[in-house]
């Protein structure tokens, strides 16, 4: 029994002294002066203020000053930039251009492309309701949307974003306790913790080969896959997308300028996909992502050999597709 009990207070011990060791999830922050560092997400809008206010009011984020190198070439009157929440204030931010046309189209969770964005949250339930206020709307069919714990849904312009519980990443104590409470709260339909943190996480990108679209991004962000290879089939991804019949694999790739549990590209291929396909600069909907640059030469000198393609340069800007046609922009520091 004694040696029982020195095991079992060992055990306890060493679990209290990694749960004050480890970072809270909240602490998940930009790391300075990397060679690559990703910056936004850019979405083109006919309306860009009914846009705005949207992500203002359902995800937290703020607006703030725009940079004139993620604009595509729009006069800066027309822009407007929101901060998304968490990452201590420094986390992506978005660029709203105005749009001369109305989608045309029906935007679906199997388009090639950017098809959506991902937000973490404490309390699924409570950001459905919101979103529904706020003229979004819900994708998902679960039977019953107040217990899941990840739904697809829609802005007002009907671009797709995925909101889920927190994952437990990095691995610790506190994002362990923080996944597991806020699953088992929202499964038995209990009151949301006292706080609840919405934190952007990932963008989508599918893709008709993701081993090839993760190696593209893999050698020229010189970062790795994180996590396991997705391979999602059956009723969870049918009901969680709103499409059926649909498999799909992939993988995550950690986006560079954060820490560890920071923003990644989610890279998926469908074994079916719509007939949407990469935007244009000028089409409607989320057209691009941007990353900043420490030297914008040497990274585009990284890009072309890879399959990249230029398609317009500017002093300390350039606009280049990727291999898919994937409209992509680089910035200098």
């Given at each position: ?6 095991v ?11 749960w004050?060791?480890?970072?809270s ?18 979405f ?9 206010d ?12 725009t940079?004139?190198n ?9 822009v ?5 929440p968490d990452?201590q ?12 046309k ?5 935007s ?6 950017y098809?959506?964005?991902?937000f973490e ?22 039977e019953d949307?107040?217990?899941?714990p990840?739904?697809?849904g829609?802005?007002?312009d ?7 519980i927190?994952?437990?990443?990095p ?8 996944s597991?409470?806020?699953l ?14 919405i934190?952007?996480?990932?963008v ?5 080969d ?6 593209f ?8 896959a ?6 999602y ?7 969680l997308?709103?499409?059926t ?6 993988r995550?790739?950690?986006?560079p300028g954060?820490e ?13 996909f719509s007939?949407g ?28 050999p890879e399959?990249g393609i ?23 520091k």
């Open positions: 029994m004694k040696k029982f009990l020195i079992l207070f060992s055990i306890l011990f060493l679990i209290t002294i990694w004050v060791l480890t970072p999830p909240h602490e998940y922050k930009r790391i300075l002066n990397s060679d690559f560092s990703f910056e936004t997400v850019i083109r809008s006919s309306d860009p203020k009914r846009l705005s949207f992500y203002q009011n359902v995800f937290r984020a703020k607006e703030t000053k940079d004139s993620w604009t595509l070439g729009d006069p800066l009157s027309s407007i930039t929101l901060r998304t990452y204030n420094e986390g992506p931010i978005f660029t709203i251009l105005k749009a001369e109305s989608n045309q189209g029906t679906s969770a199997n388009d090639l492309g098809a959506h964005i991902c949250t404490d309390n699924v339930p409570g950001l459905i309701q919101t979103i529904q206020k706020n003229g979004g709307k819900i994708d998902s069919s679960f949307l107040q217990k899941v990840a739904i697809y829609r802005d007002p009907g671009n797709i974003f995925e909101i889920h927190p994952f437990p990443t691995l610790s104590p506190s994002t362990i306790f923080r597991l409470n806020s088992v709260r929202t499964r038995f339909k209990l009151n949301p913790s006292g706080i609840d943190k934190r952007f996480l990932h989508n990108i599918n893709s008709r993701w081993t090839k679209a993760l190696s991004y893999g050698k020229i962000l010189e970062t790795n994180t996590g396991f290879e997705r391979d089939k059956g009723d969870f991804i049918e009901n997308t709103g499409l019949g649909i498999e799909v694999k992939g995550h790739l950690p986006l954060y560890e549990g920071g923003p990644t590209f989610e890279i998926f291929t469908y074994n079916n007939k396909g990469p935007l244009n600069k000028s089409d409607t909907g989320r057209i691009a992502v941007g990353f900043r640059v420490l030297d914008l030469k040497a990274a585009v000198n990284k890009i072309l399959g230029i398609l317009e340069e500017y002093d300390t800007s350039v606009i280049l597709k990727d291999p898919e046609g994937n409209l992509f922009v680089i910035s200098q």
